[in-house]
């Protein structure tokens, strides 16, 4: 299967009517999380609490749609690069942004020797590719180019802002959940008046059950989104083999040399799980990214269908 080189993608182009059903679903998870958080607010507080969590909510999207990108790469001790500093990852890069006609990104590298990327920025013209040194070294050019599509992928998808906000507002309902169930359980919060909150087995059921659900959910888009990128990524490339490579190289060196930065809460950005294997356990429920295994089976099994066509 063979892609000109000035010719942008199918389903990547600048008027997909996939990024506008993201465009959707992503005001439709924002507004769920924000009542999910108010609705522990007026637990917690009554009306008053209920607009000062609601009202928290919606800052926290701000600070995320402008800043999350810098945080991030902060965060991650990224280094900005020049083409002279990275001529090879600048050269892969530029030719898949043509690809996809996206605009060129900043990139950056990571001072780890974890083989591991991510992407950041809030829409394609604010947006920042980062690859660990390890990565540069464990892999080749075809499987990091495959590595890079699929990053590239979810900054045209818009998936990284979406994941980000999730991120954020659903730690403030775990945060304001644990609050609410040590008050309950320490007798801080009792029914006074109509404008006091719920009963102590009201917040202490919302303490439990609103965190589960909003974690549950924001990983369940995370791992949704690894698979439309996995996707988009290989037919940016044009074959999804080096990417299936790449999965399984990388799973490998990040179970054999854990990443120091950052934290569980950043897992969701990058091409892998830094923090942990993706084995068959109980708690890939819980997981940011879906098994390696399943997401090369989809790889292969759509090589096949690219090779019959």
Do not use: C
Not at 241 to 252: D, F, S, T, V, Y
Not at 262 to 286: K, Q, Y
């Amino acid at each position: 299967m063979a892609w000109s080189e000035s010719t942008p993608v199918r389903g990547m182009s600048g008027g997909s009517p996939g990024v506008g059903r993201n465009y959707l679903k992503t005001a439709m998870l924002m507004a769920f999380l924000i009542a999910v958080l108010a609705i522990g607010g007026s637990m917690w507080g009554g009306y008053s609490g209920m607009l000062l969590f609601g009202s928290i909510g919606l800052v926290i999207n701000f600070v995320s749609y402008w800043f999350s990108d810098r945080i991030a790469l902060m965060m991650h001790r990224a280094q900005e690069v020049t083409r002279e500093q990275a001529p090879q990852l600048f050269e892969i890069v530029e030719r898949l942004t043509r690809k996809a006609g996206l605009p060129m990104p900043r990139v950056y590298i990571i001072p780890s020797d974890t083989p591991n990327a991510f992407a950041t920025g809030r829409n394609p013209s604010h947006a920042a590719v980062a690859v660990t040194q390890g990565i540069m070294r464990l892999l080749d050019q075809r499987q990091l180019e495959g590595v890079l599509a699929h990053e590239l992928t979810h900054v045209r998808n818009r998936d990284i802002l979406i994941a980000t906000v999730a991120a954020a507002v659903a730690g403030l309902i775990s945060s304001l959940g644990h609050a609410i169930q040590w008050g309950a359980m320490l007798g801080g919060f009792s029914r006074r008046d109509d404008d006091r909150g719920g009963s102590v087995v009201e917040m202490l059921a919302w303490a439990i059950i609103a965190p589960l659900i909003a974690l549950v959910i924001q990983l369940a888009v995370s791992r949704s989104r690894e698979f439309a990128a996995d996707a988009g990524g290989a037919e940016l490339v044009g074959d999804p083999e080096p990417l299936a490579e790449a999965l399984l190289a990388l799973e490998r060196g990040n179970e054999a040399l854990p990443y120091q930065y950052g934290g569980p809460a950043t897992a969701h950005m990058f091409i892998v799980n830094p923090f942990s294997g993706t084995g068959r356990t109980l708690m890939n429920l819980f997981s940011t990214h879906p098994s390696t295994e399943e997401r090369v089976r989809r790889l292969r099994e759509m090589r096949r269908g690219m090779r019959f066509a």
